[in-house]
């Protein structure tokens, strides 16, 4: 924990769970609990999990230029966002590659919250808003609490009024046992989620209560690399694991296109104008690979970074890996070469401990019309 300057309110209570903190994006997080990873990865595909996510960064931006700011830093048109809705939005450097993924929270006509992970975002965003009339402030007491699963919204149903109504990408300011809150329908699982922001100084009350209340119905607390079983089924990419940061091209510096990562939906329609705008158009159809998903034949998973082959030549490389005890499925995600990104490539998988057959699958594994995570009532 050397390199973490950020401290979660609720670190001894990791710690009581068995978690060491390690460091993540600065802050000490509970990659690891004395209990078995797939007992949470099911209670969050079949009840709840609660996980504490509080090493996400979140800035508070307010002033007469702050939509400004965030139409030239992100990749949305932040006219379609209204108060109470968000969006999942990317960030790009002047080359048109990515740089941070974020959500953007529209709080009020002039104030936003954008939420960011361990990229460059809040250096794009104070980049965006110089010799403007706006105010920029990181909020490192707001901690998020996040509630993932299809019992959570029972649980809160008792405690939050209206919460039942709450679309996703939506979020609204209440209270939670007495204390004022935002929740947010977003979450990193897959499932239907809330995203708790409360006070560091409720944190702890909330997280105790939620689990001793929730117990009953399955609620337990989750570390935060259960999530890595959780992405890989839901195509959700993790900075900069399964990027060229990590995994660089020769001779070249790092940096992915949005039309490499699948993430050019995040640019809203006919939108220009935003850092790397020009150039992000420029590169569509020079992919130099594609994210998809392998399949892996039995149940060992791919190591991280197995290095994928086809015909005995290197085409990828498994970013991130995981056997399903549910779907019982060995999968991954997977940076391809661009003629391999096809549904049934036949590939070979090189571990360590040996070659396993897979075939390239398109992602997502799990819900692909996302009708869990969107669903009403």
Not at 258 to 265: K, P, Q
Not at 303 to 318: F, L, M, T
Not at 330 to 348: F, N, P
Request: charged fraction near 25%; charge should be negative; glycine fraction near 10%.
């Amino acid at each position: 924990m050397t390199a973490s300057w950020r401290f979660s309110t609720l670190a001894d209570r990791h710690r009581a769970l068995g978690s060491k903190l390690e460091d993540w994006s600065g802050m000490g997080t509970a990659w690891t609990y004395d209990k078995d990873a797939d007992e949470e990865y099911i209670a969050i595909r079949t009840k709840a999990g609660l996980m504490d996510v509080s090493g996400l960064k979140k800035v508070h931006i307010t002033g007469p230029h702050a939509s400004h700011l965030i139409d030239l830093a992100t990749t949305r048109d932040v006219e379609k966002i209204y108060p109470g809705k968000s969006a999942y939005a990317c960030m790009l450097n002047e080359a048109g590659k990515f740089t941070d993924d974020c959500i953007l929270y529209r709080t009020g006509p002039n104030s936003w919250m954008v939420v960011h992970g361990s990229g460059t975002g809040h250096e794009e965003l104070q980049r965006a808003a110089m010799g403007r009339d706006v105010s920029l402030r990181f909020d490192d007491n707001l901690h998020d609490l996040s509630l993932q699963g299809p019992t959570a919204v029972d649980y809160l149903a008792k405690h939050v009024p209206g919460i039942r109504d709450l679309n996703y990408f939506h979020h609204m300011q209440t209270q939670l046992f007495g204390f004022p809150v935002m929740i947010s329908r977003t979450g990193y699982t897959g499932e239907r989620g809330y995203e708790i922001f409360c006070r560091g100084q409720d944190a702890g009350t909330i997280w105790d209560r939620i689990l001793d209340e929730g117990k009953s119905a399955g609620i337990i607390p989750c570390r935060f690399t259960t999530l890595d079983m959780l992405r890989v089924e839901s195509y959700l990419l993790f900075y900069p694991y399964d990027n060229s940061q990590k995994y660089p091209f020769e001779n070249e510096g790092p940096g992915d296109t949005l039309w490499e990562l699948g993430l050019d939906f995040t640019v809203s329609p006919g939108k220009t104008g935003f850092r790397g705008a020009e150039e992000h158009y420029r590169l569509k159809g020079k992919e130099r690979f594609k994210i998809f998903g392998v399949l892996l034949d039995g149940r060992e998973p791919a190591d991280e970074g197995a290095p994928v082959y086809r015909d005995g030549k290197k085409v990828g490389v498994v970013t991130c890996a995981m056997y399903s005890p549910l779907v019982e499925k060995s999968m991954g995600i997977a940076r391809l070469d661009v003629d391999c990104a096809v549904k049934d490539t036949t590939l070979e998988i090189r571990n360590k401990s040996g070659s396993i057959q897979a075939t390239a699958q398109p992602l997502p594994f799990d819900d692909p019309k996302k009708t869990k995570r969107t669903a009403k009532g």
